[in-house]
Nanobody, 121 residues
């Protein structure tokens, strides 16, 4: 079974930085789309950043210029470098992967367990 394992969340002061990582475990041949979403208390889950297998990126307007998504296809890993964090970035961050081809089959849409990011003011 393919799973997404996230790491890197935590507590940081406003203006600080954090780096999130998410690795897809298992024997994987390819992953089409990887991305990060977040969900703050009382709010809907929203896209933060997405990156395709060829490196094309898409960011939410609220994080453009502050967050950078990158991807290591050889290790099936996506990163999210978050700079200039503010209290509005506080949320649970979820890794997402779509179009996964592996030796255990095709996975249309997988989610990680989520990692908490808390920004103190």
């Amino acid at each position: 079974q393919v799973q997404l394992v996230e790491s890197g969340g935590g507590l940081v002061q406003a203006g600080g930085s954090l780096r999130l990582s998410c690795t897809a475990s298992g024997s994987i041949f390819s992953i089409n789309h990887m991305g990060w979403y977040r969900q703050a208390p009382g709010k809907q889950r929203e896209l933060v950043a997405a990156i395709t297998s060829d490196g094309s990126t898409n960011y939410a307007g609220s994080v453009k210029g502050r967050f950078t998504a990158s991807r290591d296809n050889a290790n099936n890993t996506i990163y999210l470098q978050m700079n200039s964090l503010n209290s509005e970035d506080t949320a649970v961050y979820y890794c997402n992967a779509r179009g996964i081809r592996s030796d255990t089959g095709y996975y249309r849409d997988l989610w990680g367990q989520g990692t908490q990011v808390t920004v103190s003011s």
